[in-house]
C-alpha cells in the first residue's frame, strides 16, 4: 500500500496558481495517481489521475516526474471557491493494494481574498 | 435522477435505537463502498462491495452491518451506537477499477 505524504495546510489568494505536491516513494508499476476535492459536509470529488508526465483538464494539471515518487496537483487562477481539502490517492484496485480508496489527511487549502 | 443519493440527509439517535442508512447509486457502477468521516479526522474505509458482494470489511464494529441487495443500493444497518460513533457517513460507487462518485453524506447524531 503506497502511502502518501501531503502538506497539511496551504494558504493562497485569488488568481494565484496553487500548487500542492505530494510524496508517495513507494508507489508501484501498476499505481495510478488520483486526486479529489472535499468541501466540509460534502462529499470528496474526483479531480484528476494520471500515471506520468503530465495530465491536464479543464479543472487542474497533475505533474508526475519520471520516478513517479511525487506528483503536483496545479490549480491555475485559484478563487475563494477552491477553498477546499485536496486528498492525494495512490492505487490501482481495491483487489490488490486498495490504495485508490485509502484517504489521508489531505491538504486544507485556503483561498484568502 | 443521477448520481449517488443517499438517505436521509441527517439523523439523530439513541444507543438502544435500530436505524438504517440508506445508498443509491443510477451510474450503473459495478462497486460501492461505505466510509466514515469523524470531526477532524480522514475518511475511514468501512466496506467495499463488489458485483454485490463485500470484498472488504476494515475491522467495524458488528454494530455496523452492510447490505448490497443489488448493484444499485446500499445499506448501513446500525443499532446498539455508541456516542463516537457520530459521524459523517458517506457512500460512494465506482466502476472498478474507476474513480469514486460520493453522495452528499448522512450526518448522524447518536445521543
Known amino acids: 500500500l503506497a502511502k502518501t505524504t501531503q502538506p497539511i495546510s496551504m494558504d493562497s489568494y485569488e488568481g494565484q496558481e496553487v500548487n500542492i505536491t505530494c510524496s508517495h516513494n513507494n508507489i508501484a508499476t501498476n499505481d495510478y495517481i488520483t486526486w479529489y476535492q472535499q468541501f466540509p459536509s460534502q462529499g470528496p470529488r474526483f479531480i484528476i489521475q494520471?500515471?506520468?508526465t503530465k495530465v491536464t483538464n479543464e479543472v487542474a494539471s497533475l505533474f508526475i516526474p519520471a520516478d513517479r515518487k511525487s506528483s503536483t496537483l496545479s490549480l491555475p487562477r485559484v478563487s475563494l471557491s477552491d477553498t477546499a481539502v485536496y486528498y492525494c490517492?495512490?492505487?490501482?484496485?481495491?483487489?490488490?493494494?486498495?490504495?485508490?480508496?485509502?484517504f489521508g489527511k489531505g491538504t486544507k487549502l485556503s483561498v484568502k481574498p | 435522477e443521477t448520481g449517488v443519493t443517499q438517505t436521509p440527509r441527517h439523523l439523530v439517535m439513541g444507543m438502544t435505537n435500530k436505524k438504517s442508512l440508506k445508498c443509491e447509486q443510477h451510474l450503473g457502477h459495478n462497486a460501492m463502498y461505505w466510509y466514515k468521516q469523524s470531526a477532524k479526522k480522514p475518511l475511514e474505509l468501512m466496506f467495499v462491495y463488489s458485483l454485490e458482494e463485500r470484498v472488504e470489511n476494515n475491522s467495524v464494529p458488528s454494530r455496523f452491518s452492510p447490505e448490497c441487495p443489488n448493484s444499485s443500493h446500499l445499506f448501513l444497518h446500525l443499532h446498539t451506537l455508541q456516542p463516537e460513533d457520530s459521524a459523517l457517513y458517506l457512500c460512494a460507487s465506482s466502476q472498478d477499477p474507476g474513480e469514486l462518485f460520493f453522495g452528499e453524506g448522512s450526518r448522524l447524531t447518536v445521543l
Open positions: 494520471g500515471y506520468k
Open positions: 490517492l495512490v492505487g490501482f484496485n481495491y483487489g490488490g493494494s486498495q490504495g485508490n480508496l485509502i
